[in-house]
Structure formats: C-alpha cells, structure tokens
C-alpha cells in the first residue's frame, strides 16, 4: 500500500488465462477506461502471444509474476532468478518490448534472500498488494468477494485479482469498478506511484 491521502487504488491482475478471460476482462477495464498492471505467470504465453501483446497495445502495463508460479520461498536464489528470467524472455518476446520491472511473488510470499536476488537481476520493486480479492476462491461468493475488497480499501490500496478460466473475477469486476468509483476512487498504474 502507498501512504497517501488522495482516493487512487491499483487495480493489479495476476496469472494468465484463455483468449476468452483475458479478452472479457480488457474490455470491461476498457469500458471504464481503466489501466491496469498485469503480473503475468509466462507458462502458456507462448501458446497466444499476440494476446499478451494485446495488453500493451490497450495501454496496460505487463509485469513478472514468474514462469511456473512456485513458492519462491522453496528455491534457492539461483533457481528463483533461473524462473524469473525465463519469464522476462518470454514475456519480452511477446509484448515485443522490455516489461516493466516490477516483480510479484506467487502467493504474495518472497523471504529478504529472495527480495535481493530479484533485485540483483534489476528490478526496481516487489509488487506487493494490501487487498486480496480471493476472486480465485471457490468458496466465496461475487457478494464477499466485492465485500472483501470494499471493507478494506483505502487510499493507495494496491488490489489484486486474477486471470484464471473458471473463477469469479469476469463476473464481479463489473461490481468491483463500480464500488470503487461510487466512492471516489480513481485507478492508477504502478509506476504512476513507483515514478511519482
């Protein structure tokens, strides 16, 4: 979170999904002409690199989030920087430009021996986020997952959601946007805050 008192948030999204996810969310963001930073998981990438590309080209920013989505706190620095960069190659080769270097830990979790090899490879900052969304959680409903964010937002709020086939996040961003606005929020990048 950024300590702040004017009403922005960061709306972040993680992982990577099908062309269909991936295409349903950028139109909702586009419809409230909303930018957003995208950590993507590089796995299937290379599956559908245009629809990488596609972010950028809508004026999102693209961000690491590690190729195979491990606890970075099981690997060895070598093996974290190792996954890491096969991300960048491959989000690179895709978007056909650098990513912005901001790196997200899988499961929010990274130890300060991680933290330093990432930094080590050059990235300028860990994206972390204060507002899980839990709209990957089979067990919440679109209301809690709505609630969850609204009860806990304040000004500098990073939140974090997914692209995932089959979870929530399609269904309730809609609510999420609307709530947000309804309060005065207004979206950011990260670098907007990270350059500021």
């Known amino acids: 979170q950024q300590p702040m008192t004017e009403k922005e948030v960061a709306l972040t999204f993680d992982d990577w999904a099908s062309e269909a996810v991936v295409l349903e969310v950028l139109d909702i963001l586009d419809r409230y002409d909303i930018q957003s930073t995208f950590y993507l998981k590089s796995q299937k990438i290379q599956d ?95 209301q809690e997952v709505i609630d969850r964010v609204m009860t806990n937002v304040k000004p500098g709020s990073v939140i974090v959601m997914h692209i995932l086939d089959d979870i929530h996040t399609p269904s309730v961003l809609d609510d999420v946007i ?19």
Do not use: C
């Open 48 to 142: 559908n690199p245009n629809l990488a590309r596609l972010l950028t080209e809508r004026g999102h920013e693209v961000a690491n989030h590690t190729h195979s989505h491990p606890d970075t706190t099981t690997l060895t620095p070598e093996e974290l920087q190792e996954d890491v960069y096969h991300a960048h190659k491959i989000i690179t080769e895709a978007i056909q430009e650098q990513p912005a270097l901001y790196f997200r830990p899988p499961f929010g979790r990274i130890d300060d021996e991680g933290s330093n090899a990432i930094a080590a490879m050059g990235y300028e900052a860990i994206g972390m986020y204060d507002i899980s969304s839990y709209d990957w959680n089979e067990e919440y409903t679109e």
């Open 178 to 196: 609307e709530s947000l606005q309804s309060e005065g929020y207004e979206f950011v990048l990260t670098s907007d805050w990270l350059n500021g």
